[in-house]
């Protein structure tokens, strides 16, 4: 009989176990036979754990459910983060966007300040929970191995993308078995197929541009793939391709130039020479071959009049692709959708339909574009429900 039984070590369920551990009786209950296996790739290896936005910075950039995330940032948010692991001796730095990572640049190092952490926790590897039992006061969790009874119940299984890690939807499955209303799951963070054959392209790549789709732009890097296009910018736009009908997007290849820029290095320009080499000014030597026969503008740059090499540049600025389709949800970065967040207190992580149930991380319908802001929401919400427990019970 424990005080408390969290569900899922990751970085959700890890804070939750330290922050409730402070005078309960905690069991972690992981199907893996380690901790943190989703949190180890993060970031290339290296982990964006956060990034040194203010708290309203920070809600501003999620898209959806910012009301419901005041509470929960407020309580524990990217600062709180950042003085967390550098109290426990993690030199922690700041790169573009304010994204924060070790020093080291190895997510293992935080991964192994959360275990050190947990000394207080229980923690037991290869317990699959495949059932929860909720209706009286004292409740039982039940694995392929054993049962389990608590008070109070944490789940942090995470969401449905890259089940290899152990995050497989399991969040949803106790939902349906607690009555625990849901929202519809959604790949957010993947790349998208093109309808356009870019398998000559694979592997060119831009450091900075402005993918628009509707009324979305979003800014970062991109690079073509065999069959379409990723990349942070990408990614960030993503969702909502998937979630809308229209399927046209269109890229700003140079988002720092305007077309009066491009028109006077071109007046600066040999006339004699061809248009692919004026192009190799700002992109490889095949994006530049693939743009003049995409626009069928071979040969020198005087054969042209100058309407014509204005209409390549705005389409240099507005580069049009129809998509075919979206990543799907196992190969996206993070899953959209998830715990209905009406139905969870935005202070405490409860649920308000079964009393003494939590729901932390990316198993809820809350997620953040690219750049930290994932791993902050698991903290933060994994941090508000461990805190809640252990002040319910002391
Ligand atoms: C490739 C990649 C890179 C990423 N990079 C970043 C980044 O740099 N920065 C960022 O902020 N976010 C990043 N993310 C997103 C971030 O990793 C997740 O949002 C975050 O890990 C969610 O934490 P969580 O604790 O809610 O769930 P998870 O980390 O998914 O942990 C859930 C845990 O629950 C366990 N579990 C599931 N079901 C059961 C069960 N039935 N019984 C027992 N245990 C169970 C799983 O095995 C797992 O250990 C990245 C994601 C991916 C896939």
Do not use: W
Not at 114 to 135: C, F, G, P, T
Not at 176 to 197: I, M, S
Not at 362 to 371: M, R
């Amino acid at each position: 009989m424990y005080d408390v039984i969290v569900i899922g070590s990751g970085p959700a369920g890890m804070m939750a176990s330290i922050m409730a551990s402070k005078n309960n009786k905690v069991l972690l209950l992981e199907k893996n036979d380690v901790s943190g296996k989703k949190l180890l790739i993060t970031g290339g290896g290296r982990c964006n754990l956060t990034n040194l936005k203010t708290n309203r910075e920070f809600i501003e950039e999620v898209e959806y459910n910012k009301k419901y995330l005041y509470s929960t940032i407020n309580n524990f948010g990217p600062k709180d983060i950042y003085d967390f692991f550098t109290s426990k001796g993690v030199k922690l730095k700041e790169e573009k966007d304010n994204n924060i990572f070790p020093v080291s640049n190895k997510s293992s190092e935080i991964l192994m300040v959360l275990l050190d952490s947990m000394k207080m926790v229980d923690i037991k590897y290869r317990e699959n929970v495949i059932d929860i039992k909720a209706l009286d006061e004292i409740k039982e969790v039940v694995t392929q191995k054993s049962i389990y009874m608590a008070k109070n119940i944490v789940i942090a299984t995470g969401g449905s993308s890259f089940k290899e890690t152990g995050s497989s939807g399991d969040n949803m499955k106790f939902a349906r078995l607690l009555g625990q209303p849901t929202v519809n799951l959604f790949p957010a963070e993947t790349y998208l197929e093109l309808k356009e054959d870019t398998v000559n392209l694979a592997g060119t790549s831009f450091e900075e541009v402005e993918v628009s789709y509707l009324k979305k732009k979003k800014s970062g890097n991109l690079i073509f793939t065999h069959k379409g296009i990723s990349g942070s910018s990408v990614m960030k736009i993503s969702e909502f391709v998937y979630l809308n009908k229209d399927k046209s997007i269109s890229i700003d290849l140079l988002p720092k130039l305007t077309v009066n820029d491009l028109i006077n290095d071109l007046n600066r320009f040999d006339r004699e020479k061809e248009i692919s080499v004026f192009l190799m000014n700002y992109f490889s030597k095949k994006f530049s071959n693939y743009l003049v026969s995409r626009y069928d503008l071979y040969g020198k740059i005087k054969a042209y009049n100058i309407k014509n090499l204005i209409y390549l540049f705005e389409n240099l600025k507005s580069l049009k692709f129809e998509v075919a389709s979206v990543g799907p949800i196992e190969k996206a970065y993070v899953t959209g959708g998830g715990i209905d967040l009406k139905y969870i207190d935005s202070k405490t992580m409860e649920s308000k339909i079964n009393k003494g149930i939590y729901f932390v991380g990316e198993s809820l319908d809350i997620h953040g574009p690219i750049g930290g802001y994932n791993i902050t929401l698991a903290l933060s919400t994994g941090y508000s429900a461990g805190i809640s427990i252990n002040n319910k019970i002391s």
